[in-house]
């Protein structure tokens, strides 16, 4: 995925503003990229572009070289349902669907049914540690297994893009480094790129890239803990 | 079970105070549908009861001639001219009109006389259940329903009462036959009911021309109207469509059938809407997941329709169950509702189009919805 000279105006007339001023950006195959800033620095901005849920006012944003300049709502969601998969802060997971089943619906808007999307769904709720709670409903876990489940939802669909935004920000500490252990080992993958938007430092070690936007421009961007220790 | 089905069965149960208020409002609204269809086909079969019951393949009838019960007559010469067409074997006259009943303890009720040569048996009381029609043509003989025993205020078989001033005793007692009017028939011979209703012995209502085997019924009805003056000839088929017109949609009394027909579909489709619509704002967060996660339109429709057609389908199932026993109760009343198998089915597909056009707010709600919002909340 690659996103070059991105701009966007959210807001109408006195009250409009730059939300993104010129961003350039590539994730890379095999690594997990931490976009980090303060609050209104512009990343869930970039995230919403990048996840194509939003068309940028300036720039061009290229899903596996395929542009999303000029598509029409239902193409832009055919483009995230079979390249991006998405980890929310609050999980978004469905209330009266099980584990199983809330994993199976990211395969189901595809058009995948059957026996082989249930075998897929229990495969990506076992490799995130959750075969054994395949049938409960999410009040019946914990927010990090809610937070693995859409961890599985994400991954099913085997896309090449993972954006994650705020993983952790509702979790413990422990339960965040889980997830982010999680996370990193799903980036090892080198035909996905996995990008987390974040403003919590604790999980720089869990990274390859750190991208630091202010003001709706990339300022800094560095190695992070797992490149280092590669 | 499709995954599609599975969240939109859990969307409509999660909350079931107002799932129970959606199935309240489409069986209200399909039971008051049914009834006012029910009570249209009644009311339908109940206008044509005579003619159904009447052995003639063409009706003679005066010029203009709204109904069955219209008192119109025709001349008997017209019967002696009707037998010489070639083709037309009998016309049986027919004798209708509107008389007072005096009871043996002195009260009165108006009757409607129907009287016919029972000897050509061309329209007879049926359903009998006590006496023998052969037994009308004895002195003073008629036939009466079992169901106006209390009207006319007799006891049953053998019973003597007056029709203007004439005496006559009950011969006949029948089983189902109610008039739509309220008003009791009384079966008679034909020059008996000259007599009790004051029609001359020179004329008759209607004449039920039969058509010899083999004729062609079209070409004797062309030379009834060749050779007769004044009169219509119809088949029952179009006597039965005429009076149905006269007494549904002449007196008005079929459109205000139909119009709280209307009614019930305009509160079940508002019922329905605003329960789907709260229902789908209620799970925006989850479409929006859906939409986020790359569904596409469709399948979010999907979910919103089959949500709207478990509710049609629950509806209508108990809606109909309660038709059924509105049937039943009705069954032996003045004027019974009656569903047909057609009728089940048109109230079925009425309920599933009331419950998917009452989809399109909620549809309209999710086609605007931003899958970006799923980062704000």
Redesign the interface.
Known sequence: MEAAGIAKDLGHGAGQIRALKGVDLALKGGQLTLLMGPSGSGKTTLLSILGCMLTPTEGTVRVRGDSIAGKNPEDLAKLRRENIGFVFQSYHLFPTLSAADNVRLALDVRGETGRDAADKSRAALDRVGLSNKTRNYPRQLSGGEQQRVAIARAVVGDPSVILADEPTAALDTENGKSIMAILATIAKDPGRGVLVVTHDPRLVPFADRIIYIEDGLIVREESGGAQRRS | M???F??AF??LF?DRLRFIATVIGIVFSIVLVTVQMGLYLGFGQMVTTMIDHASADLWIMPKGTKCFEDPSLLDTRQRSRALSIPGATEAIPVVIGFADWRSPSGSSTPVFVVGSDLRAGGLEPWNLIEGRVESLSTPNAVAVDRTYFDRLGISGLGAQAEIRQQSVRVAAVTDGIRSFTTTPYVFMDVDRARAHTGVPPNKATYFLVRVGKGADVEQVRRNLLASLTDVEVLTPAEFRERSRQFWLFGTGAGAALFAGALLGVIVGTVIVAQTLYSSTKDHL??FA?????????K?IYKVIICQALLSAVIGFSLAYLIGLLVVRMTASGALPIVITPGLTMALFLLTVVMCVVSAIAAIMKVTRI???M????
């Open positions: 499709p995954l599609v599975t969240l859990r969307n999660h967060n989850e997941t859906l939409r986020a996660i790359g569904s596409s339109r399948y931003d899958p970006a799923v980062f704000t909340r």
